[in-house]
């Protein structure tokens, strides 16, 4: 199912959630909109979904117009499913039972589906491999064998719109990773079009077709996860999504040269358009490399201010030209907390040795 959403905003008194919002999504796309708390990506799901009404602009879901300023259809006139963040299970109803309700309720069922209840039930256990716990009540599941009944419930009615609000976010770490796999392989069985919402970046990486990057109550920008992660257009898409090191210079015939550093010029790795016109090249943490050799011709003086070890390797946070760079190296280079040190990214070419 196709979604296109024109122009829409979304005030609560003096306060504005969403300002013009345009966006159009194809069917069966993996949509993951994705911003820090307060960013809009819940309002604009609840939009989507029939909850709130927009103050303008207009929603259409496949060929019908469900939301304006004057006129918004309900949830239950939509065909919608939706995952809830708390997961919002019933305590009186089995595993079983929650996947029949809406075969048994929802509007849009065909009665095809209607008629094989008791099929499509156990298909759907099956694909969320909840079949030895068919029985089960909620309060004797686990979290993540909770997020699959309520995955489980949305998809059972096969609803040509999937809205999910933040699923996973109540999970540990290993279970996020397990039910990422679960959600992509439910996309690629159902077919149909998701609409994501999300604070982690590592999870629209990992799933989305598209990634939609919001912040205060605007889109940032659009586009494929390598895109957004490898050609951030803002430099809030390369703080927030990639974790970029925003280096203040000058760009000059396609080289870029860091504010107090003359000698030093990077290549153009691909860096969009508008971040050069506002003078930044986003040094990811993984584009840099720490060394201990100061007669290196392009070595950035720095301190160590932070070191975390993740096992594959060392987050370090370093103190270089006035502000604060983050760095991540192989835990086979080792360094200690205030250690001297000097910052390249790889790849830089220079005239002369760098003084300070």
């Known amino acids: ?14 306060f504005t959630a969403l300002k013009d919002i345009q966006l159009s ?57 939706m995952v809830f963040q708390s997961f919002a299970l019933w305590p009186h109803l089995n595993v079983k039972d929650h996947i029949r309700f809406p075969i048994q309720h929802h509007r849009f069922v065909p009665s095809a589906l209607k008629k094989n209840e008791a099929k499509r039930v156990e298909e759907v256990l099956k694909m969320v491999d909840l079949e030895s716990f068919a029985d089960r009540m909620p309060s004797e599941l686990s979290g993540g064998q909770k997020q699959r009944v309520a995955l489980a419930r949305a998809i059972a009615p096969k609803p040509e719109l999937l809205l999910m609000d933040e699923p996973l976010s109540n999970l540990d770490a290993e279970l996020r990773m397990e039910m990422r796999n679960e959600i992509q392989s439910i996309h690629r069985l159902t077919g149909a079009t998701i609409v994501y919402v999300t604070h982690d970046q590592g999870e629209a990486l990992a799933m989305a077709d598209r990634i939609v990057v919001m912040n205060q109550g605007e889109i940032e920008q659009v586009g494929t996860p390598p895109e957004i992660f490898a050609r951030p257009k803002t430099p809030f ?78 987050h370090y946070l370093v103190q270089a030209l006035e502000q604060e760079w983050s ?6 280079d080792k360094f200690d907390l205030g250690e001297q040190v000097y910052i390249q990214l790889k790849g830089a070419v220079v005239k002369d040795r760098v003084k300070v």
């Not at 979604?3 to 003096?14: L, N, P």
Request: aromatic content about 8%; proline content about 6%.
């Open 237 to 314: 898409v390369a703080k927030f999504v990639g974790k970029a090191n925003l280096v203040k210079g000058s760009w000059k015939e396609g080289k870029f040269t860091p504010e107090s550093l003359p000698n030093v010029q990077w290549q153009d790795n691909g860096i969009e358009e508008g971040m050069k016109n506002q003078g930044y090249y986003p040094a990811r943490p993984e584009q840099l490399q720490l060394t201990k050799d100061q007669d290196i011709q392009n070595a950035i003086p720095a301190v160590i201010t932070s070191v975390q070890y993740q096992g594959k390797e060392i």
């Open 25 to 81: 999504i194809e069917p069966g796309e993996f949509i993951a909109i994705l911003g820090p708390s307060g960013c809009g990506k819940t309002t604009l799901l609840r939009l989507l979904a029939g909850f709130l009404s927009p103050t303008a602009g207009s929603i259409e879901i496949g060929e019908s117009q469900v939301g304006t300023a004057k006129r918004s259809l309900p949830p239950e006139q939509r065909n919608i499913g």
């Open 327 to 332: 760095v991540h190296a192989d835990i086979f």
């Open 1 to 14: 199912m196709s979604i296109k959403i024109s122009q829409i905003s979304k005030q609560f008194d003096q």
